[in-house]
């Protein structure tokens, strides 16, 4: 199961949030219409595919809990650490977003 965390973090990077940045790029660079029509579906892609993300993540880290025999103290450290790392997806994937929105914002004072 972790390995297809990875996965879908590969895509949310490189597909989803690098090609909403790119696009937004293109965009602040030769506003079109088509452009930003592009970028709309990109941007959910890139929601939703954090947001399948970070719930693989949180699986991973239930089903690691479950594996355990004892659940004390001792285990709330890891336990803390694997949820951490769930949100990490939700991070880049929002961070490339709110990049990419600003180069929109700048394509339309281009535009205008």
Do not use: W
């Given at each position: 199961m972790p390995v297809i965390g990875i996965y879908v973090?590969?895509?949310?990077?490189?597909?989803?949030?690098?090609?909403?940045?790119?696009?937004?790029?293109?965009?602040?660079?030769r506003p079109t219409e088509r452009k930003l029509a592009?970028?709309?579906?990109?941007?959910l892609a890139s929601i939703f595919a954090a947001l399948c993300s970070s719930c693989g993540g949180v699986a991973t880290v239930l089903q690691g809990l479950a594996a355990?025999?004892?659940?004390?103290?001792?285990?709330?450290?890891?336990?803390?650490?694997?949820?951490?790392?769930?949100?990490i997806p939700l991070f880049v994937a929002f961070a490339f977003l709110s990049v990419a929105w600003l180069l929109v914002v700048v394509g339309m004072r281009r535009q205008a």
């Open positions: 973090m590969g895509f949310v990077i490189l597909v989803s949030g690098l090609g909403a940045f790119g696009t937004a790029v293109a965009y602040a660079i592009l970028m709309r579906p990109l941007s355990t025999y004892e659940v004390g103290p001792a285990k709330v450290s890891p336990v803390l650490m694997g949820f951490r790392e769930t949100i």
